[in-house]
């Protein structure tokens, strides 16, 4: 199983709304990765978790929280949203951090904060 | 700093030719570079990767080419097909050894 799942597929929120994605993988893979990607740009780095241990953030905003309850899953808390933080949040994963391996994404979540 | 760009935003090609997709990087971007392929409505899908120690590396249907002279890469994709449609992105690594990003290009196959 190559899959990394996300859900939701599609979320509206308020900006003064607490909402939650969440992503699951089930191929053992230590490092887990969030990505924020606007429309026609590549996909920005947010987090990267290694062994359930936050390695990496990319200066995101305190209304973005991460979470890593286990190995197998990734949250992502939001809350007091803009509507700028409109776009798609990819999670990844790999064996381990870095990008010498190769990383497994999920479809993507699709944010609309209005 | 580390830049890895693609040269053309959009590629039109018609179906069962040969597509070339280029991307150029700086002077300090990594020694390994990846091609990654986002279909619509989906996450990135990696292609194909190249280590700096090689010019060439073949895959099915899809070579990349590394020239390292002119820091340049390039994916090519052989009989494109209606299914190569996609954005395609090449990346190498930043200080951090996570991925930096090219801004993509759009193939766009003509039937």
């Known amino acids: 199983d190559t899959e990394v799942t996300q859900t939701p597929k599609h979320l509206v929120m308020g900006m003064t709304n607490k909402k939650s994605l969440k992503c699951e993988q089930h191929?053992?893979?230590?490092?887990m990765y969030w990505y924020k990607q606007k429309a026609k740009k590549p996909p920005e780095l947010m987090f990267v978790?290694?062994?359930?241990?936050?390695?990496i953030n990319e200066s995101v905003p305190s209304r973005f929280s991460p979470e890593c309850p286990n190995s197998s899953l990734l949250n992502l808390h939001l809350h007091a949203l803009q509507p700028e933080d409109s776009a798609l949040y990819l999670c990844?994963?790999?064996?381990?951090?870095?990008?010498?391996?190769?990383?497994?994404f999920g479809p993507g979540t699709r944010l609309t904060v209005t | 700093g580390e830049s890895v760009g693609l040269h053309l935003p959009t590629l039109s090609v018609q179906e069962g030719d040969n597509s070339i997709i280029n991307c150029a990087y700086s002077?300090?971007?990594?020694?390994?570079f990846i091609w990654y392929k986002q279909e619509s409505g989906k996450g990135p899908q990696f292609i194909i990767d190249?280590?700096?120690n090689m010019d060439k590396r073949q895959g099915q249907r899809v070579t990349v080419l590394l020239n390292k002279t002119v820091k340049h890469l390039s994916l090519q994709i052989a009989a494109t097909q209606p299914g190569d449609s996609a954005v395609y992105f090449c990346?190498?690594?930043?200080?951090?050894?996570?991925?930096?990003w090219g801004a993509g290009t759009k193939l766009i196959i003509k039937p």
């Open positions: 990844a994963s790999s064996q381990v951090a870095g990008g010498l391996y190769e990383q497994y």
């Open positions: 191929m053992g893979h230590r490092a």
């Open positions: 978790y290694s062994y359930e241990k936050l390695s």
């Open positions: 002077n300090s971007a990594s020694d390994y």
């Open positions: 190249i280590r700096s």
């Open positions: 990346a190498g690594l930043d200080s951090n050894y996570q991925l930096i």
